[in-house]
């Protein structure tokens, strides 16, 4: 799982095999795509497709402020307590992905 999915923060580079495990799913993806008769174009270029299209289907996290209104964390309430750390843990989810798709676009750019 990543890091951020856990919560857990590490300041270190993101690893050669990490690196290598998204290189080889998007390889995967790739094979998949060329079989199933995808258009030309360079291996970044279907690569900046793929995670563009993923980050497209990405839903936008859940305000938390709003669900903590609408059902306050008490004793009495232990469900609603249940609710509010699942939408933050699903938060966190989601924007690791997000952060996770846009930094590998921004790899293949050159930007990072």
């Known amino acids: ?3 951020c999915a856990l919560a ?3 300041e270190r580079p993101v690893s050669t ?10 390889d995967s993806l790739l094979l998949t795509e060329a079989r199933a008769g995808g258009g030309g174009g360079s291996k970044e270029e279907m690569l900046d497709s793929v995670a563009g299209d993923i980050l497209s289907k990405v839903p936008k996290a859940f305000n938390l402020e709003k669900t903590k209104a609408k059902y306050p964390t008490d004793y009495e309430e232990s469900m609603n307590t249940v609710l509010v750390q699942e939408i933050d843990r699903f938060n966190r989810l989601i924007n690791c992905i997000r952060d996770s798709l846009t930094n590998l676009k921004k ?6």
């Open 107 to 112: 790899r293949w750019l050159g930007w990072l």
């Open 1 to 3: 799982y990543p890091l």
């Open 17 to 26: 095999q990490s690196t290598w495990e998204t290189y080889q799913m998007f």
């Open 8 to 10: 857990v923060s590490d």
